[in-house]
């Protein structure tokens, strides 16, 4: 299928969600995960009207912003090697995967100016995946407030690839019930207001527990 026709098929799934919950569908923005397609099927995901593509490689990046630059808006979802950095940070507009300090310290070493960051956070606890305990993000956001150059937007997680719907409810209410506490701090460094959250087999359900940003690949774009 093309992706228009995969975009109006899920835009049908996120009116629904939305309409579930007394969501408005503006509220979520989709971000195209581009890391598995070729810059041909990327652009054609700019064609039909999404505007933000994710990728987690720095080589997969920095290919298709060669192509397609400033046409989209480039997320960096991916674990992020601090000797990367210096490579991507002058082309995505966020970076989804800020879970250690050295990171933090050089995004603010590189930056020109602020980077949209969402902290990323192991609300499953599965060994298997990288972010920072539940336990440990709000210390470690107090800590960022001495980089000037890390904005703190929002959380991201992953959830677990299970068929049990309670149990991914529970990890994205984690994550929300995280959010909203920082939110609630109102810290200038970190406004907290967006959750990352939700991918091709349970966005739906992230809608519904309060996603702002869903991370969709294999339902979307292939």
Known sequence: MTVADNLTNMMETIEDACR???????EITII?????????????????GIKDLGENRKEGLLEKYESLGNEANWHFIGSLQSRKVKEVIDQVDMIHSLDRK???????????????????VNASGEESKHGLSPDDVEAFVDHLKVYEQVKVVGLMTMAPHV????????????????????????????????LSMGMSNDYAIAIEEGATHIRVG???VG
């Not at 579930?20 to 503006?26: A, H, T």
Request: aromatic share 6%; hydrophobic share 35%.
């Open 20 to 26: 579930s919950c007394g969501r408005d569908k503006d």
């Open 32 to 48: 195209a995960v581009t890391k598995y397609v070729t810059v041909e099927r990327a652009k054609e995901a700019l064609e039909a």
């Open 102 to 120: 050295s990171l933090a310290k050089e995004i603010n070493k590189r930056a020109e100016h602020p980077v949209p960051c969402f902290i990323q």
């Open 163 to 194: 068929d049990q719907e309670e149990e991914l409810r529970a990890v994205f209410r984690k994550l929300r019930a995280l959010r909203d506490r920082i939110r609630d701090k109102q810290l200038p460094h970190a406004p907290c207001e967006y």
């Open 218 to 220: 294999s339902s979307l």
